[in-house]
């Protein structure tokens, strides 16, 4: 399974952007999806996860209320729509392929990554 995120750039803050992040194979649509994302210098961090039917999110607590994932199983593709963005939310951004339909953090793929800047 390859995974290919874009959607990424350079806004002010206080804007929006979405990220996408489309699948190749069969496994996606059984698959919980997530986002993570890593700034300069720090650790990667979770963002954002739901469950292979689109139900069911999990949210960090710093983009709770800002951020949205959800997922098109017909096009194999999972989307992140970040509001009211902030400079800390600069950095780059993954999308993963759970293991299992029900988030669990067993990751079993990652994205090359893209990259939103967030400037004041």
């Known amino acids: 399974v390859q995974l290919v995120e874009s959607g990424g750039g350079l806004v002010q803050a206080g804007g929006s952007l979405r990220l996408s992040c489309t699948a190749s194979?069969?496994?996606?649509?059984?698959?919980?999806m997530a986002w993570f994302r890593q700034a300069p210098g720090k650790e990667r961090e979770f963002v954002a996860a739901i469950n292979w039917v689109g139900l069911r999110a999990n949210y960090a607590d710093s983009v709770r209320g800002r951020f949205t994932i959800s997922r098109d199983n017909a096009k194999n593709t999972v989307y992140l729509q970040m509001n009211s963005l902030r400079t800390d939310d600069t950095g780059t951004y993954y999308c993963?392929?759970?293991?299992?339909?029900?988030?669990?953090?067993?990751?079993?793929?990652w994205g090359q990554g893209t990259q939103v800047t967030v400037s004041s």
């Open positions: 993963a392929r759970n293991h299992g339909g029900d988030w669990s953090g067993r990751l079993a793929a």
């Open positions: 194979g069969r496994s996606f649509s059984n698959s919980a």
